[in-house]
């Protein structure tokens, strides 16, 4: 096994905290259906660089407009990375790994609540930020 010392390996970027900016959810009351349910969900983020670090916020958008869609619930989360810089570093090329770090946070924060909801838990699937970014892009340029 090959050794590092830590200093060696760190980065120059820092995950400070994570805070929950919002969360919503409703129980779609008229939902009675045994058929699986095609998972929807949004993501959506935001970032802020300045000097020193980098705000990063994302969300998700889960089962909007349930009673309408037939969905058992609607939900959102919206969340919020504080980074730290050390050195000059480029915070636009860092926005896929800010966004890899607080996805999972996202993830434990749905499935946790809709557990303590007295429903089924719902785990949002592992997402490719790459790609997502990629798409997010693509959108942006096509309005």
């Known amino acids: 096994m090959n050794n590092k010392k830590t200093n060696e390996i760190k980065g120059k970027i820092s995950f400070e905290e994570y805070r929950v900016l919002e969360i919503n959810y409703k129980l779609n009351r008229e939902f009675d259906s045994d058929e699986p349910i095609i998972m929807s969900f949004e993501i959506g983020h935001d970032y802020q660089i300045y000097e020193k670090g980098m705000n990063v916020q994302m969300g998700v958008n889960i089962f909007e407009n349930s009673e309408s869609n037939g969905y058992p619930f609607e939900m959102k989360v919206d969340v919020e990375g504080i980074f730290s810089f050390e050195g000059e570093v480029d915070g636009e090329k860092f926005l896929a790994n800010a966004l890899s770090i607080l996805f999972p946070y996202i993830r434990a924060i ?22 997502y970014l990629i798409d997010a892009e693509s959108n942006k340029n096509n309005k």
Request: proline letters at 14%; a neutral charge.
């Open 110 to 131: 749905v499935s946790s609540y809709t557990s303590l909801a007295n429903i089924p838990p719902f785990t949002l699937p592992t997402i490719n930020i790459q790609q």
